[in-house]
């Protein structure tokens, strides 16, 4: 499987995005995430972590698997935008989870582009 410059980017951002949520349960303070959503999170991100691995030895299915428990993830962060009583930074920051998350899958679902010269 040919894979674009922008497409390892994705990988590698959906990598980051998965190990910090393996990590939440453990600097969240139970409240803002709740530690049932973190400990969600951190499950989710362990499986993106392995789906991860296949989808970079080329598996189509480990990619898709990752997209899909990513974009979970992502909606894990929902509520935060329409609970009062989370604290604004926490709202931003989840605002830019959530857009670095879109981001990531356009850019490892983008087909590669391959350039043909004519001789």
Do not use: C, N, W
């Amino acid at each position: 499987m040919y894979t674009s410059i922008t497409q390892r980017v994705g990988l590698a951002v959906l990598g980051l995005l998965s190990l910090a949520d393996v990590v939440e349960p453990l600097v969240t303070d139970g409240k803002t995430p709740p530690m049932g959503i973190a400990l969600v999170d951190s499950a989710l991100g362990v499986v993106s972590l392995i789906a991860l691995v296949l989808a970079v030895r080329g598996s189509r299915r480990g990619l898709l698997t990752v997209v899909g428990l990513r974009l979970l993830s992502a909606l894990t962060t929902v509520p935060a935008f329409f609970v009062s009583a989370v604290p604004t930074p926490v709202v931003a920051i989840s605002a830019a989870l959530v857009a670095l998350t879109i981001a990531a899958v356009v850019a490892v679902l983008r087909p590669a582009h391959t350039v043909v010269v004519a001789s």
